[in-house]
């Protein structure tokens, strides 16, 4: 990946401009939120803010919040960055449904936002989650998105009926056709909890290797993981 970055920069003006944006930003250009506001595209959804992960780094924490549209069917994170002990700027509570303005990065195929405006009243997250309904079909939208931006390293993973499974001392989750995909380093008891051995809505961050557990719907109920 890091030839093929190093090949894309030193051909760039032979790309479309969406990658070169990709391109620029990989290799460390930033792109300021005044800038996304007026080159970035701007989507209107339903939003579902299903969870969040947290990296804690020797000088920065990240926290990542995922959000996927309803109407649209496209994911989104918000990115955010603070100092060990600071708390991160804004706050986004998770299991609600509500209205919202993102603005996404310039780039080919991009999943990081900000959000613009909020609109409407909170709704909880209750029923199902709109999701993929196998792991191939997951698969199918993670090359989608790797043949437009084959950078991508994070995927917002949605799986509708699946079930968790924990033999050999490895967790999994297992789709309706019997794959699995493996779950990432931990104990997820709580998970298997929820879901009793029968089938819940599950959606995760994928990495390429394992996927780690965002949150579930079990019974038409949201729970945090």
Avoid at 14 to 26: E, F, G, P, S, Y
Avoid at 84 to 96: H, R, T, W
Avoid at 200 to 208: L, R, T, Y
């Amino acid at each position: 990946q890091l030839t093929l970055l190093s090949q894309a920069f030193h051909h760039l003006n032979q790309l479309d401009q969406a990658l070169q944006d990709d391109v620029r930003q990989l290799i460390g250009w930033t792109v300021k939120e005044d800038e996304v506001m007026q080159r970035g595209e701007h989507v209107s959804d339903d939003w579902l803010i299903l969870g969040q992960t947290l990296e804690d780094g020797e000088r920065t924490r990240t926290q990542r919040t995922w959000l996927f549209g309803e109407t649209t069917k496209r994911p989104a994170q918000i990115l955010q960055f603070a100092l060990p002990g600071a708390s991160f700027e804004k706050s986004y509570p998770l299991s609600i449904r509500q209205r919202a303005d993102l603005v996404f990065w310039p780039g080919a195929s991009p999943q990081r936002a900000l959000m613009e405006n909020r609109h409407g009243t909170v709704q909880p997250i209750i029923g199902s989650l709109p999701g993929s309904e196998t792991i191939d079909e997951f698969f199918a939208s993670v090359a989608n998105i790797k043949a437009k931006q084959p950078w991508q390293e994070r995927f917002l993973c949605i799986l509708r009926s699946v079930i968790p499974v924990y033999t050999n001392n490895t967790w999994s989750i297992r789709d309706q056709n019997g794959h699995a995909l493996p779950l990432a380093r931990g104990n997820h008891w709580q998970l298997l909890a929820y879901s009793g051995g029968w089938p819940i809505d599950f959606a995760g961050q994928w990495d390429g290797e394992v996927v780690a557990p965002l949150c579930v719907v079990a019974e038409g109920t949201y729970h945090k993981l």
